[in-house]
């Protein structure tokens, strides 16, 4: 096996498991980290970007989109690391509910970091700014600058030669917005959730919120604590769950806005109008790569990354470019894992992979499938229903077990509980055998928290 020296690009749950698989494959590792702590999206803060929209590039960005009230909406067995799992510390500190706070995931990770020694391979405040072919063979040319505040330098960017860059930076910082009629008219202000923490701000306002996924849902219920109306408005809503939400008696749910006037109304599809202070735009985020000078080689266009072998290998440029971390409407932290893992091995030669003419064919009948199912490109890394399979895909690659059953199962009825109960989801008994096939399972695993 041929050990490479590898650059990984974030601490979050993904580069922490990426370097882990690395090392255990014999690879010499750096990860890059900008933030002055590991673990990515969990780090909460109460700081947010001066532009609540996050509309201008040379903003300061803030990294995690966590709100304060955030309690995972995964339950603690399903979403932790096939080898390490996601328990309740053995000496009662910290947050013992199967889904806890925020808090709670970050100690997770860190000591996930500790256990396996990863800090000492991070280099922390130290940002990727740029991330280029060398001239040297078939080398990566990584450019990284010290942010401010950081123990070096400041300022001008350092280069350094790595065989391999892995891609870890995380896809819930950059903001996109719902393009709405009429918004440039519209008198009163507009956030994008990325700049949500908590709902004091939000007192006595008429809010319009858009979106319905996970956090559309508690953000809602948070503000709707505060807030003199919440007005719900998605896409997605079926016509019979319209109009005042039940326990409450300050939200409603809305098709789609159809305009925002000059006056400070907001029409939506159905006719109906509100007179609104804010908007909060809870409509997810754009991946983004802004150090990425791949010449085109692989790009962003409407959402989609690509062209990706497996949404991990760029087929011209593998095994030595590869991002770990891109679908969504998954289990993250386990896929994590068996993504690194294919990718250390790729990168050590124990694991081939096909040619670039395959890898590529194999990415065009992707493309070709979705625009025959009309699905647009943004939707080509929502995995979804697909996820496990593509797991034991990967898994089979790198020779490690599949998905466990009990995680398959626990996940789908975790997602219909939410669906149905979102207020009391999290708090609910499940299935006492799940629970105990996945505690068996724990059993096996001799690194406990
Ligand atoms: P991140 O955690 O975002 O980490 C990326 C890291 O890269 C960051 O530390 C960042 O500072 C660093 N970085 C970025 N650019 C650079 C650069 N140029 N140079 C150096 N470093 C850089 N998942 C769950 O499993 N359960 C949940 O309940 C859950 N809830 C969520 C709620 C919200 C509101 C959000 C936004 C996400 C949630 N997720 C949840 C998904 C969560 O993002 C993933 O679990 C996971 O943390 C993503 O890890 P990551 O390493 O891919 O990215």
Redesign the pocket.
């Known amino acids: 096996m041929v050990s490479q020296h590898v650059a990984v690009?974030?601490?979050?749950?993904?580069?922490l498991v990426a370097a882990r698989e690395l090392r255990r494959e014999g690879h010499r590792v750096v990860v890059?980290?900008?933030?002055p702590r590991?673990?990515?999206?969990?780090?909460y803060t109460p700081a947010t970007e001066p532009d609540p929209l996050g509309f201008d590039p040379s903003r300061p960005v803030v990294?995690s989109?966590?709100?304060k009230s955030?309690r995972?909406?995964?339950p603690r067995e399903v979403?932790g690391f096939g080898d390490y799992p996601f328990l309740p510390r053995a000496d009662g500190s910290g947050d013992p509910r199967r889904y806890p706070g925020h808090e709670e995931?970050l100690a997770y990770l860190e000591d996930f970091a500790r256990e396996f020694g990863l800090e000492e391979v991070v280099r922390f405040e130290?940002?990727?700014?740029g991330v280029g072919k060398a001239e040297e063979g078939g080398k990566w040319k990584v450019t990284?600058r010290m942010r401010s505040g950081g123990g070096g330098g400041g300022g001008g960017g350092e280069e350094e030669v790595f065989d391999a860059v892995v891609v870890?930076?995380?896809?819930?910082?950059e903001p996109r917005i719902a393009e709405i009629p009429g918004i440039d008219l519209w008198p009163g202000q507009q956030i994008h959730s990325h700049n949500y923490r908590t709902p004091e701000p939000f007192q006595d306002l008429v809010v319009v919120l858009i979106g319905s996924a996970?956090?559309a849902v508690d953000v809602s219920r948070d503000i709707a604590k505060v807030a003199k109306e919440v007005h719900v408005a998605s896409r997605s809503y079926e016509y019979d769950t319209l109009g005042m939400q039940s326990g409450y008696d300050n939200m409603w749910l809305h098709p789609m806005i159809e305009k925002a006037h000059a006056d400070g109304k907001v029409t939506f599809l159905d006719g109906s109008y509100v007179g609104a202070d804010i908007i909060l735009h809870c409509t997810g985020y754009k991946y983004h790569f802004?150090?990425l000078e791949t010449n085109g080689i692989v790009s962003v266009d409407d959402n989609r990354v690509g062209p990706l072998y497996k949404h991990v290998f760029p087929p011209h440029l593998s095994p030595w470019l590869s991002f770990?971390?891109l679908p969504w409407k998954v289990?993250?932290?386990p896929q994590?894992e068996y993504q690194s893992r294919w990718i250390a091995g790729a990168l050590s030669g124990r694991i081939a992979l096909p040619s670039e003419e395959e890898m590529m064919e194999d990415v065009e009948d992707l493309y070709s499938e979705l625009k025959a199912l009309g699905i647009p490109k943004r939707y080509t890394h929502n995995l979804a229903s697909s996820q496990f399979e593509y797991n034991d895909w990967l898994a089979i690659q790198s020779g490690s077990r599949p998905s466990e059953e009990w995680r398959k199962e626990m996940y789908s009825e975790s997602m219909r509980k939410m669906r149905a109960r979102p207020e009391v989801y999290r708090d609910e008994e499940i299935d006492e055998t799940l629970i105990s096939e996945a505690h068996e399972d724990f059993a096996k695993f001799p690194l406990r928290r």
């Open positions: 690009i974030g601490a979050g749950a993904a580069g890059f980290e900008r933030e590991a673990g990515g999206t969990w780090v990294h989109s966590l709100y955030l995972t909406n995964l979403m995931a130290e940002e990727i700014v990284s870890c930076n995380g896809h819930y910082t996970a956090s802004p150090f770990v971390g289990v993250p932290f994590f």
